[in-house]
């Protein structure tokens, strides 16, 4: 069974407590306490794969402030940033949230900086209040090679679906990888290791 840690990053009011909802219950509820951090549980099947899927959604009063982001940055195997496509501000968030989240791992994870994330333009039903145009989304999302979707998780639920399960995907490859990785410089080491105990030996024969 693979488990899976998402955390949920974005501005205050962007909609992450109902995009997450919406994903996991497929029901839009209006609103949600937002002064505590809340970690959802749910156990799925992808492509016939079992796992279990933790979702860190944080009060995200301050997200702002980098400490905050730290946390789950360090914590999560992948992530949804959400913004708000009526809420300029929300978008400018979610820039630097990416910024951070690059930043964070760069120090922490020595080099291993590619983690699956995905921008979630959320709120498209309020359309007639636009603030950020979706080619600004989809160009935020190619700069940071992310994935994109604008989604309104008041009126829809198989977008965000789609995203959810293409985000997973590319989790658990993302940790096949590295755990392959891991395996195959163990391996090498290993291969190191007999070859200098033995190497030398025979060398003198
Ligand atoms: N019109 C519209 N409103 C939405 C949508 N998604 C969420 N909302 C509303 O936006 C407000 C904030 O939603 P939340 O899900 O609590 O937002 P959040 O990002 O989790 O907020 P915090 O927990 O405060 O950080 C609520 O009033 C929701 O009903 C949407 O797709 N369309």
Redesign the pocket.
């Known amino acids: 069974m693979n488990d899976i840690k998402l955390a949920l990053l974005?501005?205050?009011?962007?909609?992450?407590?109902?995009?997450l909802v919406r994903f996991l219950t497929k029901r839009?509820i209006?609103?949600?306490a937002?002064n505590t951090n809340s970690l959802y549980r749910k156990r799925l099947s992808i492509d016939g794969r079992q796992l279990n899927l933790e979702v860190f959604?944080p009060?995200?009063?301050g997200?702002e402030a980098r400490c905050i982001v730290e946390e789950p940055v360090d914590w999560a195997d992948g992530f949804v940033v959400?913004y708000n496509i009526s809420d300029r501000t929300s978008f400018i968030n979610a820039e630097n949230i990416l910024q951070q989240i690059r930043e964070i791992r760069i120090e922490n994870c020595k080099g291993e900086v590619e983690v699956p994330v995905c921008l979630v333009g959320?709120?498209?039903?309020?359309c007639h209040a636009r603030q950020v145009c979706e080619e600004e989304g989809r160009s935020l999302a190619q700069e940071n090679r992310c994935l994109f979707q604008e989604?309104?998780?008041?009126?829809s639920y198989q977008e965000i679906a789609n995203l959810f399960t293409q985000l997973i995907r590319q989790v658990m490859e993302h940790l096949k990888y590295r755990a392959d990785r891991r395996c195959y410089s163990s391996s090498k080491s290993m291969a190191k290791l007999i070859n200098n105990m033995f190497g030398k030996r025979r060398k003198s024969v």
Do not use: I, P, R, W
Not at 151 to 155: I, L, T
């Open positions: 974005g501005s205050e009011g962007a909609g992450k407590s109902a995009v839009f209006g609103e949600y937002s959604d009060c995200s009063q997200t959400v959320n709120k498209q039903d309020l989604v309104s998780a008041a009126e």
